[in-house]
């Protein structure tokens, strides 16, 4: 029999006490940080002395603020178009194909997720400053897109797993070129796939701070990058206030999701 967590007995307060004990581990830091940014000290006192939105409004009044921010949004939109049109080539001949070492070369494009970030920094870092990327909106793009690229293969993947091909082949047979039966069937059907990769593709380039770092120049910088190098010049709130629209984002896109998957499901 399966188990019925109804069924649970005083297991179920046990369960339920570890569940809410980890949740509240995991978002304590977050509301600290939000917290900090209303806060009326200068400094990152906690808790704060009073409440104000003076640091959200510096924050937006800033001009180098504002370009970090439109320099992250402008790689990570690039870097997501590229991931899910690259993915989605990759999965169909990945998911299609039947050729020697397939499973090979679909491990080696997941590779990124499995190698410390700092590692793939250093090898990229390297390799941009003998070909002169460094520094470069080129170079910012192809650093994270090597990262957002193995989230939108293996989202798009496993919905091409999940794919009856014979309605595609059931669409050839009445007419349709393959390539008309993949525009108009296929990837319908694989929709879901399709915008995981590119919400994940997005947030991966959006968040990325670490290889960021290494790309960055004195004139080109993503906000994780300015974050981090105004937190190491002065402990003001205003780094929390970025930081927690940074979060509110990310917390944004991802409940985004989480609705499509259940709209598509139901």
Same mark, same amino acid.
């Given at each position: ?117 700092? &590692?793939? $920094?250093? *090898?990229?870092?390297?390799?941009? =400053?003998?070909?002169? !990327?460094?520094?470069? #909106?080129?170079?910012? /793009? ?95 709130? &205003?780094? $929390?206030? *970025?930081?927690?629209?940074?979060? =509110?984002?990310?917390? !944004?896109?991802?409940? #985004?999701?989480?609705? /499509? ?6």
């Amino acid at each position: 029999m399966l188990l019925n967590f109804d069924r649970l007995g005083w297991w179920k307060l046990v369960l339920l006490g570890i569940t809410l004990l980890t949740t509240g581990f995991l978002l304590l830091p977050i509301l600290f940080i939000a917290a900090l940014s209303f806060g009326s000290s200068q400094w990152l006192i906690f808790p704060p002395p009073g409440w104000t939105l003076k640091w959200y409004q510096e924050l937006l009044a800033d001009p180098r603020w504002l370009e970090s921010a439109w320099t992250s949004f402008q790689i990570a939109i690039i870097v997501t178009v590229l991931s899910v049109l690259l993915g989605l080539v990759t999965s169909f001949g990945l998911t299609r194909g039947r050729f020697p070492l397939r499973e090979a070369l679909k491990a080696l494009f997941l590779t990124p997720m499995i190698l410390p970030v700092v &590692v793939l $920094a250093v *090898a990229l870092y390297a390799f941009f =400053l003998q070909i002169g !990327l460094n520094g470069t #909106l080129t170079g910012f /793009v192809i650093s994270h897109l090597v990262l957002a690229l193995p989230f939108s293969i293996l989202s798009i993947t496993n919905a091409l797993e999940g794919f009856d091909k014979s309605i595609e082949d059931a669409a050839v047979l009445c007419g349709a070129s393959p390539l008309e039966a993949k525009l108009r069937v296929t990837l319908p059907a694989i929709s879901h796939g399709i915008f995981s990769a590119a919400i994940f593709s997005f947030l991966t380039s959006w968040d990325e701070v670490v290889v960021a770092i290494f790309m960055s120049s004195p004139t080109l910088q993503t906000l994780p990058v300015k974050i981090w190098a105004t937190l190491r010049q002065d402990l003001t709130p &205003v780094v $929390a206030a *970025a930081s927690t629209l940074l979060i =509110l984002l990310t917390v !944004l896109l991802m409940v #985004l999701v989480a609705l /499509v998957r259940k709209g598509l499901k139901s």
